[in-house]
């Protein structure tokens, strides 16, 4: 009887840890972080402009979608911006070819400026996104698994030579997920 009961007892209990599914153990589980860091180029080509201002817009994606969240995008909790910037790299041509741009989000400008291209390039300037209520917009935009496009459009002058370069985005955000 003894032995019956024992064997009853390890069958019965077999039978509960077989009917538990994944689910029911991501349940279980506690909210956890996830630090994310993208980085996206736009690439910009700009022909001589022989005295005109001419129009310019480029753009790429942005979206918190990576190995680690990507099963949970209906599950996350939160999304904290810690940094939004840009900067201008691989520059090519018009030593002195100017920009008056705009760096946009989801169609809303985040930042303008008017610069020299290959001077901002050449010190490394780093244009960061510092207004709050600006990256809140950005984090309950993307919080959804919604990619939003990024743009950086304006006007340009550049008399002497074409221009290329490309506009890095660096986005640095903590992603909480709760399974």
Same mark, same amino acid.
């Given at each position: 009887?003894?032995?019956?009961?024992?064997?009853?007892?390890?069958?019965?209990?077999?039978?509960?840890?077989?009917?538990?599914? !994944?689910?029911?153990?991501?349940?279980?589980?506690?909210?956890?972080?996830?630090?994310?860091?993208?980085?996206?180029?736009?690439?910009?080509?700009?022909?001589?402009?022989?005295? !005109?201002?001419?129009?310019?817009?480029?753009?790429?994606?942005?979206?918190?979608?990576?190995?680690?969240?990507?099963?949970?995008? $209906?599950?996350?909790? $939160?999304?904290?911006?810690?940094?939004?910037?840009?900067?201008?790299?691989?520059?090519?041509?018009?030593?002195?070819?100017?920009?008056?741009?705009?760096?946009?989000?989801? *169609?809303?400008?985040?930042?303008?400026?008017?610069?020299?291209?290959?001077? !901002?390039?050449?010190?490394?300037?780093?244009?960061?996104?510092? !207004?709050?209520?600006?990256? *809140?917009?950005?984090?309950?935009?993307?919080?959804?698994?919604? $990619?939003?496009?990024?743009?950086?459009?304006?006007?340009?002058?550049?008399?002497?030579? *074409?221009?290329?370069? $490309?506009?890095?985005?660096?986005?640095?955000?903590?992603?909480?997920?709760?399974?």
């Amino acid at each position: 009887m003894n032995k019956f009961l024992v064997a009853l007892l390890i069958g019965f209990i077999s039978f509960n840890f077989s009917s538990c599914d !994944e689910d029911d153990l991501v349940e279980l589980l506690p909210a956890f972080d996830v630090d994310l860091k993208k980085v996206e180029l736009i690439p910009v080509k700009i022909d001589q402009t022989n005295g !005109e201002w001419v129009v310019f817009s480029e753009t790429t994606n942005l979206d918190i979608i990576n190995n680690q969240t990507k099963d949970y995008i $209906s599950k996350i909790k $939160s999304l904290k911006i810690n940094s939004l910037s840009y900067r201008i790299v691989n520059f090519a041509g018009d030593p002195i070819g100017q920009v008056d741009g705009a760096f946009a989000v989801a *169609n809303e400008i985040s930042l303008q400026n008017k610069i020299v291209v290959k001077t !901002e390039a050449d010190n490394g300037t780093i244009f960061q996104i510092t !207004e709050i209520a600006e990256l *809140n917009r950005i984090a309950n935009l993307l919080k959804t698994g919604q $990619s939003a496009e990024v743009k950086y459009s304006g006007s340009t002058l550049c008399d002497d030579d *074409n221009m290329n370069f $490309s506009i890095e985005v660096t986005f640095d955000a903590k992603v909480t997920i709760d399974p």
